[in-house]
Each structure stands twice: as structure tokens, then as C-alpha cells.
């Protein structure tokens, strides 16, 4: 037990050095005895002997990782039957590497594999023989959509790269792999179109996913932040995706796609402010429904982000701004708080941000309760105890209800966090600190960028031609080019689909 | 990073030292809905403020609280007026003002002055002129189930609607008070019995209030200005025999009146300056109307609907006659004339300029008004 | 020599001029037109657009001959190093001097208007804060910004057509009411109101293109805000009546205060507030000018550096504009200045170099 210990430390120290080379012992008992302090005695390392061309022969694996089903059907039953010839051509697995440095194979073993020893023989086999414990592929639940595909990414890279290359039957699909995380070993997959990302958007993402230096990579947000230009902003700049085929459109329109291997969320980078307002449903509607919606959605931002300032400067500075009918109703109402509208707005604020976290960590069995409390208890029993306003609740009704209608839930939060500072100048300078407030906004709108390109793009720079799709969506037919804000290689992406109407020739 | 915390600091010291200098909290307000001014002895100006107040809870109507202060100027009195109540007295949702007709008398641009300097104050309140004292229209508090305040906002913009009184408000008078050029004229409010009534024009001159026009002159001399309403109704005596028969003597013709509404109005102005400096106003008005109610007769038949329109147009361009005269005998220059004057004549206006009162008494106006009936009603 | 990052195209130098050019002066430009020139004050404004192209044209033959350099460039390459640094230092005054101007009004109007009690040194920082914000950045990103706040010329432009519900035309009439002398010589008033455009002294050298396109730029952001400055003062015009004019010195404003749409009212704040934009860019646009020559000189053409100094002038320039008789000094000193700067020295610079033959590479 003591050297087992005095090894963990010691080779904690050690790790940091190269690995030396070490050529395989001929004697089995050395290696196995190699082999199981370099994984310190795991419990879950497991070997079973076999003899094949009378020598003997182990079969080492982690039981966690390894598929048992596989390693009697592929290695165990050919070798136990055949009992003679060349281990290469008996194994019936897909994956057989031969290799000579035994300091790999702990390596190989937790990825798992397994690995065959001969006493004797200098070589080793790596097979592969890793279990696959996936979930189903299932609609991703914060991205719902009511037409269209309704996969979603899963925690398995590989299958999500199956997803992505399906949708992309083309060979310019290009996926490179990356690993980041020096402790974790987290496998990343960099996807784009070779023929449309713009090569310099690639270098530079290449050039930044190399520069990660984690000890561990835990989720997508860790590597968006390493990358981000602007991390201290309250915008989202990477968009973050559980949908291949939303990954599919992004990648189609020359971005790039990141995704990791045990999570199941794709990066999208470069991309614009008002590619959070899209959403797939968009183009599986008719464009004329498809544009009101969105319209909607981003009406809903200014609406989250405007309207609890807009009533915090009425209420307290201009009063005059509300039509007769309107001052009558709102004042009876504000008449008995106690509080300047700021605070309410800020309690009330507080209370609804309050009351959606509690949601999302409260299982579903109690949910109901939030229920309850949030609308039974604060928005009713707060305005009859005189507490809060009728309007006010209603203003952060509206506000939290507008946030969620956005398609991703980064931006969500965003808007809503926007609100609080447009919140207090609305309190200091009413309507004026408002419009500051907004400018400001713009400013750092206009400010950002993502890889190079405007996060605001089509309207700041002006771009009327990618308008098409930023605040309405038009026809496909008449989106026949690419948005220029990832400067892709290829414009056009669409050719008079809608030929066959001029070819009609006029018939009657 | 440490940019970050000092903006946080920034941010943080801005909402302590919030004393949010210009906070005007909506619900320490009481709020004006309506205003009068009349005279008080001593030179003194008497205000009456009709305040509204709305009762938290869903059943609650709103109550009116009316208050009486005196003062030497508009200011002053509210001044005085708002030791009296609880929490700020707020003007900024004004609704209307009325001024009593002693008050009018006087030039009443010192009365309004307050309203135009003030940046939060209503302009676009009504403004009306009431007879006898404004106080006691006010003190009526209620005209049958309605408060007193929204009766008189309420029944002031029916009857704009109506074409009876013109649309006036604060902001819209202000241009032409100060022109000497041009006159305005205001609703004239009446109290009769326990009601009110607004179907009379005030005309002004000078700013000051110097009579009043009849009902149908008062919805007559807004065709002429060209400002009709959504209708115009006038009912006219149809009885061939003139206006010397009353129905009281002839018993047949007691129905003999034809009601009709304007639906579409041209108007034309046209002004000559003759030799002489002899100003002539020629005034052509289209009218297009319906017949909304004619008991006596049926109108299928082409000539009678001729000879009504023959008719009405006589009686109709008397009408107009009839008001310009008394508009000329009140000095009012409601139509502008002196305003067409300065744009078109400046010579002609340099030399009258300064006796402009009495000069346009001499100025001769030439009403044609032609009427034609183009709609009856669902039967002939 | 110019950073990619600072070039603008033709568009945005467009928008640059426009954005320049409405300041603070719209709001009184009206009140003071029917001053001096009544009914014919909006001939005055064309003609002081008609006399702004000309000015333009000047500039830009100036600045024509040195297409790589900006105004602090060129001055020393003219007259030499002593006498153009002097000179240079000059420019960066009168644009710093501008801006402050632009401020001080800017805090007159909203502190008239809508926050009477606000103390001037918070609504100043929030203003100047603002605009340090947008000022340290590259031109390329003020550029895009401008482009998009010039939406809010058509909004100003939306809410002024309200008016015409009140609109009397014959109050602009007899147009040449005050002679045709007074509407000339109030065209000269409306000049002030209209500078922003010698922009083009430093911007030149960032546009891309050809010398022709830059100048076709700045003349149709000139004639946009020429049509669009007519435009208001006609409205204005013909809703007052003249005797009111001289009672009411922001007529825009006053305007809409009357006015109501069903579920708002008090328009002139909606107005104020899109006014806002406006005379925020206008500012940036100056501290960018003077910050450039800052940079140029203090921080080896960093102009990011000089921008805290540049705001802090600002500062105190606006505090000290608190009384009419120092507003009006710094009137009287814009006027003097502008004549100076941007018609004199440049039309003389312009012989100067012509006949010394001096060009830029």
C-alpha cells in the first residue's frame, strides 16, 4: 500500500516530464506489473489469460470502459477457436494497432481499448474495443422548435459529427480534431466548409483553440470564453447550439462549427447579434409568417430591455407622457406604494430572476409549487398588500415574458441583465438617461466584434443586401446570397430556383 | 478588469447620490383636470381647480375635488390654492380652461401666459369661455351621473365633433393670439338649470372677449373658416311664405323644416382690393349634403329637390350674411382676413394696420353658398 | 500610413458630414432665421447650403493635394514646421472650442426642457462619457455608427410632419418680407448651424477611393442636411405666426409639445430624446477631429490617448457657458473662428500651396 502511495506521488511529480520511451518486456508478469502501477491498481483494470500459438497471452482492459460483449466476440472466441496463426488476420475487431512503446498502452487503455500481451513478444495489440453508452437522440428541450427536424446533439461526438455529416453530404466538410484540456483530454471536432469559410476566420480559430491551456475543458462555455474577443461584454458571441441542423445552416453560410466531445452543444463562430433571433422555425414557416415571427422576437428585445426603464422614467419624471385615460388607472394604482419605482422595479426584477432559477433547479415534481408561488403569492398578493403596483407587474410580466421568447437562452439573460443599468439611469435622468443609455448600447454594439467580423452586421456596418434576412426573412428564392458577414469564399447561394416561371411561355 | 470596477464604483455612487434631481413622482401628484379663472374684487384673479382623484380598487370612481384660491396673478392663486390640498398640485394633465366672461373681457393672454412658459404644462388643453363666472359652472360638481370635469372636457369635444364650437386648444390659439392679423374664437359655455351648455361661439378681439354668435351662426361661421367637424346639421324653415310666418299661424306648416347634414364642404376665398382700399371678401362655398329629416314632403321628384336646393342656398347665404355682420359688429377677424391681408397686400395692410379693428368692420364680405342634396336617406 | 482599420468608404464619409453637420443648431436655427430674415428664412438656409458647397469645394482642393495626409499633416508641409504646428495647435482649439460649444447648448436646451433641476456637471459627464465611449475608438467604428444614427434624421423628419396639422402657409408670406438683403445677409447666420463639414480636413486621408467620389460624398451629405435644416425651418414657418417666433426659440420643439398621438403624449420628449443622437455624434465627431491632431502630436498618432484630456477641456468649457453673456461670447467666438479656420486660412493655404507648387505624395 505504502509504495502504491509513494508511486501516486511520485509519479504525480513525474508527469509533468516527457514519457520515456519503454520497449516492451518479454516477460508477461513484468509487463502486467508495469501496467498496473502506471494505472495504480484500479480496481476496474481486469485481465484474463489466453494462449494462442502455445504462448501465453493476456488480455488486459478496463471493465468500465470496454465493451465485454465485444471482447468475447472479436478477440476472445477467433483466438480461442483458431488457437494458430496471425493474431492481425484472427481478430476479427476494426480497430488492431501493433506497438512496441509499453508506456502507450495505459494510454490506449483508458481510452478503451484493450490490449492483447504474448509472452515472448516485444509487441503489443491495441484493439478497440470502447463501450458505446449513448442517450437517444432526442429534440433538444431548450430548443424547441414545431417544424422541422427534431434531432438534437447529444453528449457523443461522434455521433453528433454523423448528425452534422449527414446533413452535409460534401467531401469539403472538413472536421479536424483538436484536444484540449491537459488533464482532461477533451476531444474537440473543428468543422467547416472548405470551400466557403474564409481561410484567414480559419487560422484564426485555429490559431485560438491552440492557445487553450486548460487543465480541464468542462463544458462549450469554457472554450466560447477562451475565444471570445470581447469576453467582458454582457452579449453572447459565440453562438451556442443543440441543433444540427441550425449547425448545418451556419456551417453552409461559411462559419465555423466547434464541437466537443461530451457535450452536446456546437459553437458557431463568427456570428451577428441577430443570429440569436433566429430560429429554424423561421424557414419552415412561409416567409410572410416566418418575418412576422421574427419581427416579433426581436421587438420582444427591446420590449425586455426598454420597458421596465421606460416605466421607471414615466413614473418618476414624466408622468405628463401617459394619455388622460391611461394617468387616471396607472396613478390610482401607484398611489398606495411605499416605494420609488425604481426599488420596485428592482425588487420585482430580482424576485422574477429569483423565481426562473428556482424553476430550473427544482425538479419537476415540485414545480408546480413555483407555480403557485410565483403567481398566486408575488403577483397577486404583492399588489394587495400595497407592496407593488399593477403596473409594475404587469411591466415585468411583459419583460420576462418577451426575454424567453428568444431562441437562445444566452441572449435571454442578456437582455434582461441590459435592463438594470438602463434601469438606474431611467432613474437619475429619466428619459434622457434612457437615450444615453441606449447610445451606449449601440456604441458597444458597434464595437464588438467576432473574428473579425461586425457582431452587428448588417446594420452597422450597412449592408441592405443581407437585410433580407436580419429583421424580416424573405423568400429563399430571393436570398440568392450568402450574409457577407463571415466574408465567405462563395456568395451566391441560390440560382433562379424559381426558373420554371419565366419559362412558362405565356400559354392562353 | 479594473476598468470594469471603477465603472461598477461609478455606477454604484451614481445610485446613492440618485437624488434624482427631477423626480416627479406620478403618485405624490394631484392632478388639475380643469381649470377656471374669473375676477376677484381688488383686481384680484379668482381661480377654481377641479382636481381629479381615483381611489385605489377596481369599483371606485373617480371623485372630483374642487377648490377656490385668489391671487394676484394665474401663479399665484395656484400657489395659494396648493397650501390648501395635500402633496403637489400637477397641472400637467390640464384638460380644459375656462375663463368667466368678466375676465374675458380683459385681454386674457396674461391669464394663459403661465401655461406657454411652463415646460410640463398641458397645451393641449381646451379652452373655453363661461358665462357669468367659471366658479359656478364648476361648482356644479356633477351634471347628472357625470363629474362636472369630464362633462365639460366630454361635451366640449362632442361638440367639436358636431361642428358647433370650433377646436381650440392652448397650443392652437397661441399662434393666432399673437397675430395682430387674425382673431380666435372659443366655445362659449352656458349653464342652464343644472347643465351645461356648449352651442355658442365667444368671439375675441384683441384678446379680448367682444360677443357671442347664435348656434347656427356659430356652426356656420366654422363652414366658413372650412373647419368642419365629422357633421354639420342645420335645420332650416322650408315655408315658401317667409320668414314672417311663424307655425303658430299657420298650422300646416308646422313641419315645413327640412334637417340635412353637411357632408362635404368646398369653400373658397377670394380677396380683392379695390381703388380706394375697399377690401372685398368673396366667399364660395360648396355644400354637398343629406337630408336627414323632412317630414313634409318626398323627394323623388328632380324639381323639388332643384327647388330645395334653390332654397336652402338662399337661406343658407343669408345665414352666412347674417354672421359675418355680426362678426364685423364684434370686430372679430375670425376668418383671417388680415392675416390674407399681410401676405398678399403687405402694402394695403402697412396702411391699415393700426386702426385694423374698425377697418375690418368696413370690409365688405360676398357669401355664395350653394347647396345640393345628394343623399336622402334610406327612403324618398 | 493609415491603418486598415481606420479606412472608411465614400458612404460613410457620407454619413460622417451629415452626422457632423446636425448639431444642436436645429432646434434654434428657425427662431433665429424669422429673426432676421421673417418669412424668407428658408431661402436663407439654401443659400448657406448653396455657400457651404462652396466652402467644401475649397477644402477639398486643399486637401486634394496632400492625399495622404490629414490637416496636421499638411500644415507644416505649407508653411513650414513652426509656423504649421502653431497653426495645427489652432485647428485643434477650434475644434475642441466647437465641441465645447455644441456641449454647453446641449445642456442649455435639455436643462430648459426636460431636466430642470438636474445639476450641468451630471447631465455633462453622462453626455461626455458617452461620447468618450465612441471617440476612443478607430474611425472605421464611429463611421458605422453614424451611419445608422442618421436613421434618426428621417424619425426628426416624421415626427416635424405632425405639425403640419397646425400649418398656416400664409405665414411665410410676403417671403421677401424683410428684403431680399436681410434673407442674404441671415444665410450668413445660418451658416454656424451648418459646420461640421470640415470633416473633411481630417477624415480625406482615411476615405478610400478617388478625389472625385470623396467630394461627391461630402457634397451630398452637405445637400442632405441643407434640404433637411430647409425643411424644418419651413415647418416651423409656417406653423407660428410671426409674432410668435420671437417668444419661442426652440419652435421644433414647441411644436410637439401640444401635440398627442392616441396612447402618448408630449411628443417633443420623443423628439428631444432622437435629438439626443444626434448632437452626440455631432460631439464625437469633433473631439475626433481635435483628438486626431492630439494624437498626432502627444501620442505618435494615437488618438485613443488624447481622448480623456480632450473630454476633460470639454468639461470645463461647458461649465464655464453657464450665463448668456459667456454663451454669447462663445457665439461671437465660433463665428470669428469658423470665417477664420475653415473659409481663410484654407482658401489662402490653398493659393499658398497652388503657387509654391507644394504637393503631398
Given at each position: 500500500m505504502k509504495d502504491v502511495l509513494s508511486k501516486f506521488f511520485s509519479n504525480n511529480r513525474t508527469e509533468e516530464k516527457p514519457q520515456m520511451k519503454i520497449s516492451v518486456y518479454t516477460s508477461l508478469d513484468q509487463n502486467m506489473e508495469y501496467i498496473k502501477n502506471q494505472l495504480f491498481h484500479a480496481s476496474d483494470l481486469k485481465w484474463r489469460s489466453i494462449s494462442f500459438n502455445q504462448s501465453k497471452g493476456l488480455i488486459v482492459f478496463l471493465e468500465s470502459l470496454s465493451d465485454l460483449q465485444k471482447i468475447q466476440q472479436e478477440i476472445i472466441k477467433p483466438l480461442e477457436g483458431k488457437s494458430q496463426g496471425n493474431v492481425d488476420e484472427v481478430v476479427t475487431s476494426v480497430g488492431i494497432t501493433k506497438h512496441s512503446d509499453l508506456s502507450e498502452v495505459p494510454q490506449a487503455l483508458i481510452q478503451g481499448n484493450c490490449v492483447l500481451l504474448f509472452e515472448g513478444s516485444t509487441e503489443v495489440f491495441i484493439i478497440d474495443v470502447a463501450a458505446v453508452n449513448i442517450r437517444n437522440i432526442s429534440e433538444p428541450a431548450n430548443e424547441g422548435i414545431i417544424r422541422g427536424a427534431h434531432d438534437g446533439f447529444i453528449e457523443h461526438l461522434m455521433t453528433n459529427l454523423y448528425l452534422v455529416r449527414k446533413r452535409v453530404e460534401n467531401p469539403n466538410l472538413v472536421v479536424r480534431y483538436y484536444q484540449s484540456g491537459k488533464a482532461t483530454k477533451t476531444k474537440l471536432a473543428l468543422l467547416y466548409m472548405q470551400n466557403l469559410a474564409n481561410p484567414d476566420l480559419i487560422k484564426e480559430v485555429d490559431q485560438r483553440i491552440n492557445s487553450i491551456s486548460l487543465d480541464m475543458t468542462l463544458s462549450p462555455g469554457f472554450i466560447a470564453e477562451m475565444m471570445e474577443d470581447n469576453p467582458s461584454s454582457i452579449f453572447p458571441q459565440i453562438l451556442l447550439t443543440e441543433r444540427p441542423d441550425r449547425t448545418a445552416a451556419h456551417l453552409m453560410e461559411g462559419r465555423v462549427v466547434i464541437l466537443a466531445d461530451g457535450d452536446p452543444s456546437a459553437l458557431i463562430l463568427p456570428v451577428t447579434f441577430f443570429a440569436f433571433y433566429q430560429s429554424p422555425d423561421d424557414y419552415h414557416s412561409r416567409w410572410i409568417a416566418g418575418s412576422f415571427v421574427r419581427l416579433i422576437r426581436l421587438v420582444s428585445f427591446i420590449i425586455a430591455s426598454l420597458i421596465p426603464a421606460l416605466y421607471i422614467a414615466i413614473i418618476g419624471f414624466h408622468p405628463e407622457i401617459l394619455p388622460e385615460n391611461l394617468i387616471f388607472s396607472v396613478k390610482s394604482s401607484i398611489d398606495r406604494v411605499p416605494f420609488p419605482p425604481i426599488v420596485e422595479a428592482l425588487i420585482m426584477q430580482i424576485t422574477l430572476e429569483v423565481l426562473r432559477e428556482a424553476g430550473v433547479r427544482l425538479p419537476s415534481r415540485v414545480g408546480q409549487t413555483i407555480g403557485i408561488v410565483g403567481g398566486l403569492v408575488i403577483g397577486e398578493s404583492v399588489v394587495r398588500a400595497g407592496l407593488i403596483s399593477y403596473p409594475m407587474v404587469i411591466v415585468v410580466a411583459l419583460t420576462a415574458i418577451s426575454s424567453f421568447v428568444a431562441p437562445s437562452n444566452e441572449i435571454s439573460?442578456?437582455?434582461?441583465?441590459?435592463?438594470?443599468?438602463?434601469?438606474?439611469?431611467?432613474?437619475?435622468?429619466?428619459?434622457?438617461?434612457?437615450?444615453?443609455?441606449?447610445?451606449?448600447i449601440l456604441i458597444h454594439l458597434c464595437k464588438l466584434e467576432c473574428c473579425g467580423t461586425a457582431y452587428f452586421a448588417p446594420v452597422m456596418p450597412l449592408r441592405m443586401k443581407d437585410m433580407k434576412d436580419t429583421f424580416v426573412r424573405f423568400p429563399i428564392w430571393s436570398l440568392n446570397q450568402r450574409p457577407h458577414d463571415p466574408h465567405p469564399q462563395k456568395y451566391v447561394q441560390e440560382r433562379n430556383s424559381r426558373g420554371w416561371k419565366q419559362d412558362d411561355p405565356g400559354k392562353e | 478588469m479594473k476598468r470594469i470596477c471603477f465603472l461598477c464604483l461609478v455606477m454604484s455612487l451614481l445610485l446613492f447620490i440618485a437624488g434624482c434631481w427631477d423626480q416627479d413622482l406620478l403618485?405624490?401628484?394631484?392632478?388639475?383636470?380643469?381649470?377656471?379663472?374669473?375676477?376677484?374684487?381688488?383686481?384680484?384673479?379668482?381661480?377654481?381647480?377641479?382636481?381629479?382623484?381615483?381611489?385605489?380598487?377596481?369599483?371606485?370612481?373617480?371623485?372630483?375635488?374642487?377648490?377656490?384660491?385668489?391671487?394676484?396673478?394665474?401663479?399665484?392663486?395656484?400657489?395659494?390654492?396648493?397650501?390648501?390640498i395635500s402633496r403637489h398640485l400637477r397641472s400637467y394633465k390640464n384638460r380644459f380652461v375656462l375663463i368667466g366672461e368678466e375676465l374675458a373681457k380683459q385681454d386674457i393672454y396674461p391669464v394663459l401666459e403661465v401655461f406657454y412658459r411652463d415646460p410640463k404644462s398641458a397645451l393641449n388643453a381646451r379652452i373655453g369661455v363661461a358665462q357669468g363666472t367659471a366658479e359656478d359652472i364648476l361648482s356644479l360638481k356633477k351634471v347628472g351621473n357625470v363629474l362636472i370635469a369630464e362633462e365639460i372636457d366630454e361635451l366640449i369635444k362632442s361638440k367639436e365633433e358636431t361642428t358647433t364650437v370650433p377646436k381650440v386648444t392652448l397650443e392652437k390659439i397661441y399662434p393666432v393670439m399673437l397675430d395682430p392679423g387674425e382673431d380666435f374664437v372659443l366655445p362659449y359655455l352656458m349653464e342652464q338649470g343644472a347643465r351645461v351648455d356648449v352651442s355658442r361661439i365667444a368671439m375675441f378681439h384683441n384678446n379680448k372677449l367682444t360677443g357671442t354668435l347664435s348656434p347656427e351662426e356659430s356652426s356656420m361661421y366654422l363652414l366658413l373658416k372650412n373647419s368642419k367637424g365629422k357633421e354639420a346639421r342645420f335645420t332650416q324653415n322650408m315655408s315658401s311664405i317667409g320668414e314672417m310666418s311663424t307655425t303658430e299661424d299657420n298650422p300646416q306648416r308646422r313641419y315645413d323644416f327640412l334637417t340635412f347634414n353637411v357632408d362635404k364642404l368646398k369653400r373658397k376665398m377670394k380677396l380683392k382690393v379695390q381703388s380706394g382700399n375697399q377690401i372685398t371678401v368673396h366667399l364660395n362655398l360648396k355644400l354637398k349634403v343629406s337630408v336627414i329629416e323632412y317630414p313634409k314632403d318626398r323627394l323623388e321628384k328632380k324639381q323639388v329637390v332643384a327647388e330645395l336646393n334653390k332654397r336652402l342656398s338662399k337661406k343658407m347665404t343669408d345665414l352666412a350674411q347674417k354672421t359675418l355682420e355680426h362678426m364685423q359688429k364684434a370686430r372679430c377677424d375670425g376668418l383671417g382676413i388680415g392675416r390674407q391681408l399681410m401676405a398678399f397686400h403687405p402694402r394695403v395692410w402697412k396702411q391699415q394696420k393700426e386702426e385694423w379693428g374698425s377697418n375690418y368692420q368696413k370690409v365688405k364680405f360676398a357669401p355664395v353658398i350653394q347647396v345640393e342634396i345628394t343623399k336622402q336617406g334610406i327612403i324618398n | 500610413m493609415i491603418p486598415e482599420k481606420s479606412r472608411i468608404t465614400q458612404g460613410?464619409?457620407?454619413?460622417?458630414?451629415?452626422q457632423s453637420q446636425v448639431g444642436v443648431g436645429i432646434l434654434t436655427l428657425p427662431h433665429k432665421m424669422q429673426e432676421s430674415a421673417k418669412g424668407g428664412g428658408w431661402i436663407s438656409v439654401l443659400i448657406a447650403g448653396l455657400a457651404?458647397?462652396?466652402?467644401?469645394?475649397?477644402?477639398?482642393?486643399?486637401?486634394?493635394?496632400?492625399?495622404?495626409?490629414?490637416?496636421?499633416?499638411?500644415?507644416?508641409?505649407?508653411?513650414?514646421?513652426?509656423?504649421?504646428?502653431?497653426?495645427?495647435?489652432?485647428?485643434?482649439?477650434?475644434?475642441?472650442?466647437s465641441a465645447g460649444t455644441v456641449l454647453a447648448k446641449f445642456a442649455d436646451v435639455v436643462g430648459r426642457w426636460v431636466l430642470l433641476s438636474t445639476p450641468r456637471w451630471a447631465l455633462l459627464i453622462l453626455a461626455l462619457l458617452t461620447c468618450m465611449y465612441l471617440a476612443k475608438e478607430n474611425l472605421r467604428v464611429i463611421a458605422r455608427l453614424f451611419v445608422i444614427s442618421s436613421l434618426t434624421i428621417i424619425v426628426m423628419v416624421a415626427l416635424s410632419l405632425c405639425g403640419y396639422a397646425n400649418a398656416n402657409f400664409s405665414y411665410i408670406f410676403p417671403i421677401s418680407e424683410a428684403g431680399w438683403g436681410n434673407i442674404i445677409k441671415s444665410a450668413n447666420e445660418a451658416l454656424f448651424p451648418l459646420v461640421g463639414y470640415e470633416a473633411i480636413l481630417v477624415l480625406y486621408p482615411f476615405v478610400e477611393g478617388k478625389s472625385g467620389g470623396?467630394?461627391?460624398?461630402?457634397?451630398?451629405?452637405?445637400?442632405?442636411?441643407?434640404?433637411?435644416?430647409?425643411?424644418?425651418?419651413?415647418?416651423?414657418?409656417?406653423i407660428f405666426s410671426p409674432a410668435v417666433m420671437p417668444a419661442v426659440s426652440e419652435p421644433l420643439l414647441y411644436m410637439l409639445k401640444g401635440f398627442s398621438f392616441q396612447i402618448i403624449q408630449r411628443i417633443d420628449l420623443i423628439f428631444l430624446s432622437v435629438w439626443i443622437f444626434v448632437v452626440s455624434t455631432a460631439m464625437v465627431s469633433w473631439i475626433y477631429m481635435a483628438t486626431v491632431g492630439l494624437g498626432h502630436f502627444f501620442h505618435r498618432g494615437e488618438h485613443k490617448k488624447a481622448v480623456p484630456y480632450a473630454i476633460c477641456i470639454l468639461f470645463i468649457l461647458a461649465m464655464i457657458a453657464q450665463e448668456p453673456s459667456v454663451t454669447d461670447f462663445y457665439d461671437q467666438a465660433i463665428k470669428i473662428s469658423h470665417y477664420t479656420f475653415v473659409v481663410g486660412l484654407p482658401l489662402i493655404l490653398l493659393c499658398f500651396a497652388y503657387f509654391m507648387r507644394k504637393r503631398g505624395t
Open positions: 439573460i442578456a437582455t434582461r441583465l441590459l435592463g438594470f443599468p438602463l434601469m438606474i439611469l431611467a432613474a437619475l435622468f429619466g428619459l434622457i438617461g434612457i437615450t444615453f443609455g441606449m447610445l451606449f | 403618485k405624490d401628484a394631484r392632478l388639475l383636470y380643469g381649470g377656471g379663472f374669473d375676477f376677484a374684487p381688488k383686481g384680484k384673479l379668482r381661480v377654481t381647480f377641479v382636481i381629479q382623484d381615483v381611489p385605489a380598487g377596481e369599483q371606485q370612481s373617480p371623485k372630483n375635488d374642487i377648490i377656490s384660491a385668489e391671487g394676484d396673478t394665474p401663479m399665484d392663486a395656484r400657489e395659494h390654492a396648493d397650501d390648501q | 460613410q464619409l457620407m454619413f460622417f458630414i451629415v457651404v458647397q462652396v466652402i467644401i469645394l475649397i477644402l477639398w482642393a486643399l486637401c486634394r493635394r496632400f492625399p495622404s495626409d490629414t490637416i496636421y499633416g499638411f500644415l507644416p508641409k505649407i508653411t513650414g514646421k513652426l509656423l504649421g504646428n502653431i497653426l495645427c495647435f489652432l485647428y485643434i482649439g477650434y475644434f475642441l472650442f470623396k467630394l461627391k460624398a461630402a457634397s451630398l451629405g452637405n445637400m442632405m442636411i441643407t434640404l433637411f435644416y430647409t425643411f424644418e425651418v419651413f415647418t416651423s414657418l409656417v
